[in-house]
């Protein structure tokens, strides 16, 4: 180690700069320890196997003899309260709406004149009767199914062995009381607010004009008749179909044992007859439902007034010819593509026989 004045100076700083660090560790682990009084219980470890035998317990370590501890922090004063909001000072008051423009007056709606009447629809013809179904050959009837046998007794299983009992749980200890906490301060009162102004009254509405009568259309012509649509030409008669060939028969299976006959069951009890319900009160009558009163006609419309007629329109000036564009130059000649050679033509495929199980679809 050196003893000049330089090295002293540099290992001082970093020396105490290592003491505080390990200090700060010491006192923050202090710090939270309160939050941790109470520890979870341990849960109940499972029952030691028979075949195991207990372990040695591994030597005791030495205790740590622990780090320095921080000087505690002096309490910091509280924070000062929050000032008064002082009271909003009051809006001034509304002014008035301007009267409203009048409303001009709608134009009469005109009176639609009555549909024509459409002429009747010409009757369509009848489609043509299909043909008879044929009939299918007859199912052959199949033989007997056998009796199934008689099958052997099943073994019994082994008895299951017995549970365990787990050790009882042991009882947790109370929770800490809950501290109250400090009372909520009250709000300040909230200031009145002005009245609103009254609301002006709107005008009265005017009276709507007479409404025009409207001209009558001209009636439609009647639709030309329509020609006769052609009957189908019958549908041609369907080829009988082969009879179908038997199956060859089965051979007949040996006789199989007789089921053994099951034991009687025993008889259930008879049930407790079911008790009566009382009988349900009748409701009161409804009272007769009042007739509404007879509704007024409704008026009449009053007659659409004729709309003006609009000014014609300004002539158009004429469209000033446009210089006319050169002409696009000619586009050299594609050159042709070279001649490919010519495939060699392939064999045909010699002809197959046809399968006796496919000779009734070859007909169709």
Excluded: I, N
């Excluded at 004429?318 to 006319?324: F, H, M, N, V």
């Amino acid at each position: 180690m050196t003893t000049s004045p330089k090295w002293r100076s540099v290992l001082t700083p970093a020396a105490m700069a290592a003491a505080l660090a390990a200090a700060a560790l010491a006192s923050g682990g202090t710090v939270y320890a309160d939050d941790h009084a109470t520890p979870h219980p341990p849960y109940p470890s499972k029952p030691v196997h028979p075949a195991h035998a207990p372990q040695p317990a591994h030597p005791a370590k030495p205790e740590h003899p622990g780090k320095p501890m921080h000087p505690v922090k002096p309490e910091q004063p509280g924070k000062p309260m929050h000032p008064v909001k002082p009271e909003h000072p009051g809006k001034p008051a509304k002014p008035e709406y301007p009267a409203k423009p009048v409303k001009p007056e709608y134009p009469a709606k005109p009176v639609h004149p009555a549909k024509p009447v459409y002429p009747a629809k010409p009757v369509k013809p009848e489609y043509p009767a299909h043909p008879v179904k044929p009939e299918y050959p007859a199912k052959p009837v199949y033989p007997a199914k056998p009796v199934k046998p008689e099958y052997p007794a099943k073994p019994e299983y082994p008895a299951k062995p017995v549970k365990p009992e787990y050790p009882a749980k042991p009882v947790y200890p109370a929770k800490p009381v809950k501290p109250e906490y400090p009372a909520k301060p009250a709000y300040p009162e909230k200031p009145a607010y002005p009245a609103k102004p009254a609301k002006p009254e709107y005008p009265a509405k005017p009276a709507y004009p007479a409404k025009p009568a409207k001209p009558e259309y001209p009636a439609k012509p009647a639709y030309p008749a329509k020609p006769a649509k052609p009957e189908y030409p019958a549908k041609p008669a369907y080829p009988e179909k082969p009879a179908k060939p038997e199956y060859p028969a089965k051979p007949a299976y040996p006789a199989k044992p007789a089921k053994p006959e099951y034991p009687a069951k025993p008889a259930y009890p008879e049930k407790p007859a079911k008790p009566e319900y009382p009988a349900k009160p009748a409701y009161p009558a409804k009272p007769a439902k009042p007739e509404y009163p007879a509704k007024p006609a409704k008026p009449e419309y009053p007659a659409k007034p004729a709309h003006p007629e609009k000014p014609a329109y300004p002539a158009k000036p004429a469209k000033p010819e446009y210089p006319s564009k050169p002409a696009h130059p000619e586009k050299p000649a594609k050159p042709d593509y070279p001649s490919k050679p010519a495939h060699p033509a392939k064999p045909d495929y010699p002809s197959k026989p046809t399968h006796a199980k496919h000779q009734d679809k070859d007909q169709w």
